[in-house]
């Protein structure tokens, strides 16, 4: 019988700040540590700040760099892979949004335990397109799947796209997607209005995510158009990295065409959006495709209304007319409606925050840890591997 456990968090990337994927991996670690177990943490890259590892390696996990996979079947990848699950006799192997690469590895180390978070509905649904030609096979998800012995959803709708798609329902379960509840419900605005300018009468709408198409922010300028015709204080914060320097541009450029620059503001990366959602008025949420939208329950959790897409895996977490409004994908007319109806409704913006500070705990970061070393324990115990 194996008296040592050894686990592979393989994170495909690096943290840029302390966001919810940190908060998760750092507090799983700690507990996977807690249980006498050896962890490493595969990042692509050393962070530019040295506090986001700190903590890793302070609860005494190994960190170790390696590029992350360039397509779905990398052969540079699996070798590396390969022999650092071997190197350390690797026992559990938990890879997220890089997936096939890696886990192939791992079934060629004979890890005993491998298994994968999906985090994310396709690009298909994203795009709104169904797969042809060779692609309707799916050969990436169908691969990872197959050699996975576990698929931990991010939502029911992720965790029925997925079994839609290749099968294999058996093996998908669905772990609510942790956010640091307590963080949200205990910020306070500090400074934040200040710092952007606004006066006491202006109403602070914000969106939190970043620089790409898939997010949606061309939707809620566009929609905050429509909504500022007609208010001369409410204003648009989008909060999160330029990751697509062309979008982004794209974005300044409409800004300019609909006369919204002193508006708009871009706050950029920022380590204080407990605080940003706390200084707000109004959440908006205009993703094109979702996962589940950790975001959501971040701004449900600081107080704030939220009026989101219908779409993926945010129906789980906004449920309209209850805790929140939904709009159709894309649909830019009805979430201006949506976004007027709630500024002129004081009642419905009570009942929704009411509503939204309910059933939080589902989502705390002792209940994902729980979960997830739940799973762990019970392929140990199947796989004779727990001491």
């Keep these: ?63 170790t760099y390696q590029p992350r996979s360039k397509g779905n079947f990398d052969l540079s990848n699996i ?41 994310a509905m396709s690009s298909y649904y994203e795009l709104g397109t169904e797969p042809t030609g060779f692609h309707r096979l799916m050969p990436s998800l169908r691969i990872t799947t197959f050699i996975a012995d576990k698929v931990l959803a991010i939502s029911h709708a992720v965790k029925e796209e997925l079994a839609k798609q290749v099968g294999f329902d058996y093996k998908i379960m669905v772990v609510d997607a942790p956010v640091p509840v307590q963080k949200y419900i205990s910020a306070n605005k500090m400074n934040i209005r200040e710092e952007f300018a606004f006066l006491t009468e202006d109403i602070v709408i914000t969106a939190v995510g970043h620089s790409v198409e898939v997010k949606g922010w061309d939707i809620a300028i566009k929609a ?99 805790n929140g409004l939904l709009f159709q994908r894309g649909n830019i007319e009805e979430l201006a409606e949506k976004i007027n109806f709630v500024l002129s409704n004081n009642d419905l913006k009570t009942q929704f925050i009411e509503a939204g500070q309910k059933g939080l705990d589902k989502y705390t970061m002792e209940t994902y840890v729980n979960n997830v070393s739940s799973h762990y324990l019970s392929l140990l115990k199947k796989n004779d591997k727990h001491p």
């Design 224 to 322: 905050f158009a429509l909504v500022a015709k007609n208010n001369p204080f409410v204003n648009l914060l989008l909060v999160g990295k330029h990751t697509s320097f062309e979008f982004h541009q794209k974005l300044c450029s409409l800004i300019k065409e609909l006369k919204l620059t002193d508006r708009v503001t871009f706050t950029g990366s920022r380590n204080d959006i407990e605080n940003i959602l706390k200084a707000s008025d109004l959440f908006i949420f205009p993703s094109r495709s979702e996962g589940v939208g950790g975001a959501l329950i971040e701004a449900r959790a600081a107080g704030l209304v939220c009026v989101a897409t219908n779409s993926g895996g945010i129906p789980e977490v906004i449920e309209d007319g209850v």
């Design 1 to 63: 019988m194996n008296k040592e456990i050894n686990v592979v968090h393989y994170w495909a990337g690096s943290p840029i700040l302390r966001n919810s994927k940190w908060w998760r991996t750092l507090k799983l670690i700690e507990k996977c540590e807690g249980f006498g177990w050896n962890n490493w943490l595969v990042l692509s890259k050393k962070p530019e700040d040295y506090s986001l590892i700190k903590p890793f390696l302070d609860v005494g996990c190994k960190i």
């Design 79 to 119: 070798h590396r892979t390969y022999k650092l699950l071997r190197q350390i006799n690797c026992t559990i192997f938990h890879c997220n949004n890089d997936h096939t690469s890696p886990i192939i590895a791992a079934k060629l180390a004979r890890v005993p335990i491998k298994i994968w978070s999906k985090l």
